[in-house]
């Protein structure tokens, strides 16, 4: 799903003053409500109007092969829901998705139940229980543009609540290279690693930190006991197809975006790694906090 390159509103409302608890989330502009509620507080959710509202929902939970979902969708949602809390024991928390004024259709949220099972089938986070993705209804060219745009808000709303299972990390291939010479590029990285012989390289692109395709990366996690949420992301990688082996490296299949030059690093190493100094700028010794404070020096 491509994001448009512009700031929106999103408002979060905690209904009962706990950030754990149930909260409502809403962006400026946008008919859609999201009602996300922790499990305990189901029967407390589906006594909200919105629960009795044509719309899809997501069921998130852990199990022991890692974070699993569900998508469904109801002209009342509220009682595909109840139905679930006897015959699905592993879902934690519940995500109902509606429209405020109550109108989207059963074809509509059928499409966007089959458009969020391909998004979280796609990105590979989380075991998808749906089994086969569910047919996407016959809609017309309007219709269905109308429907691509609500999703599109609620893929950015849903990180935001904390939930990445639709957060798509691999990124278009970044072209690094200067076409013109009046043409500006954005900050090219690489690690250079004589002792290990790996090379990989990133770019600093729109607030994210990039590793380009064809970067080497360490062929096992080193130390299983050390950062335990980096072998997590290194394993999910494997899994997901990103990194898979070749000869003694593994390398990226695809450009890939990461929170910061250390989680960057740590896959890379296959352990963790202070990326502010693992990483250096492209062709010289300087390292990405040198530069990084070079560019905050600028602004003064």
Do not use: C
Not at 21 to 27: I, R, S
Not at 40 to 60: F, H, M, N
Not at 83 to 110: C, E, F, G, R, Y
Not at 136 to 161: H, T, W
Request: charge should be neutral; proline fraction near 4%; glycine fraction near 8%.
């Amino acid at each position: 799903m491509d994001y448009k390159n512009h700031g929106r509103s999103l408002e979060l409302f905690f209904i009962n003053g706990r950030p754990d608890g149930m909260l409502t989330a809403e962006v400026f502009g946008w008919t859609g409500h999201i009602l996300s509620a922790p499990r305990t507080q189901i029967g407390e959710a589906l006594k909200r109007p919105a629960s009795t509202y044509t719309g899809v929902y997501v069921l998130i939970g852990e199990t022991e092969d890692g974070p699993k979902l569900y998508v469904g969708e109801g002209e009342n949602i509220s009682q595909r829901i109840k139905s679930h809390d006897t015959n699905k024991d592993w879902w934690t928390s519940a995500i109902l998705i509606t429209s405020a004024a109550n109108n989207i259709n059963k074809a509509h949220v059928k499409y966007l139940e089959s458009r969020l099972v391909e998004e979280a089938n796609k990105v590979g986070h989380s075991i998808v229980d749906n089994g086969n993705a569910p047919t996407k209804p016959s809609l017309s060219e309007a219709a269905q543009a109308n429907m691509e745009s609500f999703l599109q808000n609620i893929l950015m709303v849903m990180p935001a609540i904390g939930i990445d299972s639709f957060l798509q990390k691999s990124r278009p291939k970044v072209e690094t290279t200067k076409p013109h010479a009046h043409d500006t590029t954005d900050a090219v990285f690489e690690i250079n690693s004589k002792q290990i012989g790996l090379r990989a390289e990133a770019v600093l692109k729109d607030g994210e930190f990039i590793v380009k395709e064809g970067s080497q990366a360490r062929a096992e996690w080193q130390n299983e006991k050390t950062h335990r949420s980096y072998p997590k992301l290194f394993y999910k990688l494997i899994d997901s197809g990103i990194l898979p082996l070749h000869g003694e490296f593994r390398v990226f299949q695809s450009d890939y975006a990461f929170a910061s030059p250390s989680a960057a690093a740590a896959m890379i190493f296959g352990r963790n790694s202070n990326g502010q100094k693992s990483w250096k700028l492209k062709g010289t010794r300087k390292t990405y906090k040198q530069w990084e404070a070079a560019e905050i020096e600028k602004l003064n």
